[in-house]
């Protein structure tokens, strides 16, 4: 039979999964096989692809970087110590996006395994000022910087006469002007080299030039192109993207605060925020230190710490900041769940059902039939999927459907 047909090279494809009629499969697949048969790219191409997506950690030395992407990965592979530049090579590592409703689909369809979206975070050593000309082994941590999607610029808002500041003060605005001066003499650097390639070339189209005068024109007044790049037009914004800048990546402004200060901030918090609503960017506040104290403890114990704190588990500075960069990234979940495995799916918002159904594997997309949806709420509210079908809440959506955030999914396809 084809059902059969279709589920047996999938199977081959995909590891285990369950079968459906009508030639549908539930995809409950098993990482690990598809892991091995789809080669992971960077990047939003829909096509073959699995979601791979990268948030650079910057900041000054001793700010606390390594120390909170030692919390974020739950590991201490990234030195942590009190003297600037020790950390040299970028450290990688995946983090869960905290999403509570995968237990709830789990409890549902009482599926044996749950496995959440991640997000990889890049651990970039400290950069001080002059790193654009080199200063601190700087252009090598910009190079870092550059391949990665988005920045979470961590920023010292705590006072410690223990831990070594660079230029000998805590001063928060100061701070992030910085990095960003840095990182804006980068972008120049990049334009004005792009600027005399053209100059050379007769060929060059005048858009682009035209393009890279009102991109130098903007960052020499000291601003991020990413303030900039919104107000481009579809055309002019190719020419802007080809150069990679820095600036154009989003940003979220992690404040770096002592424990005693994780529920409510403090006055260096302040001062930064004002820095950050200039720029439109967004501030969470966390305590590195309080997050590499929960690693040592219990899921009872971490409750209680935190709540002695004023804060809980779920809002906890480290957790908003994994959810912010996915925000930040533009990122949506979708789910298939089943009783073999729940999976959250990341993909990026505005993607039709055959791209989302891509990143599970190239067949998906290129055989995609329809795909059977029902959302979260409504899947939750009814309790089963068959009590969802009964109250007509289960839809049949074709090629051209948008995938919304939190749509439960089943493909049906045929290669």
């Known amino acids: 039979m ?54 650079a950690i910057v900041g000054m030395p001793n700010v606390g970087k390594s120390t909170l992407f030692n919390a974020l990965t739950e590991t201490q592979g990234a030195m942590a110590a009190n003297y600037p530049f020790c950390t040299i090579e970028p450290n990688v590592g995946m983090v869960e996006v905290p999403d509570p409703r995968l237990k709830v689909l789990a409890l549902i369809n009482s599926s044996v395994k749950v496995l959440p979206a991640t997000l990889e975070f890049v651990d970039i050593a400290g950069l001080v000022k002059g790193a654009s000309t080199g200063e601190g082994l700087g252009n090598q941590f910009l190079a870092n910087i550059r391949e990665c999607d988005a920045i979470t610029h961590v920023v010292r808002c705590f006072e410690d006469p223990n831990v070594i500041h660079v230029d000998g003060s805590v001063d928060p605005a100061r701070d992030a002007e910085v990095i960003n001066l840095e990182l804006i003499f980068a972008d120049l650097a990049q334009v004005e080299k792009r600027m005399e390639r053209c100059a050379r070339d007769k060929k060059t189209d005048p858009g682009e030039k035209v393009v890279l005068e009102r991109i130098k024109d903007h960052l020499e007044l000291g601003l991020p192109a990413r303030k900039l ?68 403890l219990s899921q009872e114990e971490r409750e209680e710490f935190l709540e002695s704190l004023g804060v809980t588990l779920e809002d906890c500075g480290l957790r908003r900041l994994v959810r912010a960069s996915y925000d930040q990234l533009g990122l ?39 795909a059977e949806t029902i ?6 509210r009814c309790g089963s999927e068959k009590a969802a079908k009964d109250a007509g809440l289960a839809r049949s959506e074709g090629k051209e459907y948008i995938v919304a955030e939190g749509d439960v999914l089943l493909f049906r396809f045929n290669v």
């Open 229 to 296: 790049l919104p107000g481009l037009s579809k055309e002019d914004r190719v020419w802007a993207d080809r150069l990679q800048l820095l600036t154009a990546k989003d940003m979220i402004y992690a404040a770096n605060v002592p424990d005693t200060d994780l529920a409510s901030g403090n006055e260096l918090v302040r001062k930064l925020e004002v820095v950050a609503a200039l720029e439109g960017a967004t501030v969470i506040v966390v305590s590195a230190q309080v997050e590499s104290e929960l690693i040592e």
């Open 375 to 380: 959302g979260y709420d409504d899947l939750v």
């Open 2 to 55: 084809r059902a059969v047909a279709v589920a047996s090279r999938a199977s081959c494809l995909l590891g285990m999964m369950l079968l459906s009629t009508c030639g549908a499969v539930r995809v409950v697949a098993h990482r690990t096989a598809y892991a091995a048969q789809v080669t992971p790219r960077r990047g939003f191409r829909a096509s073959h692809v699995t979601m791979k997506l990268k948030t």
């Open 332 to 370: 949506r979940t979708y789910f298939t769940s089943g009783p073999t495995e729940t999976r959250a799916w990341t993909i990026k918002g505005g993607w039709t059902a055959p791209q989302a159904a891509g990143v599970i594997h190239g067949d998906f997309e290129r055989g995609f039939i329809r």
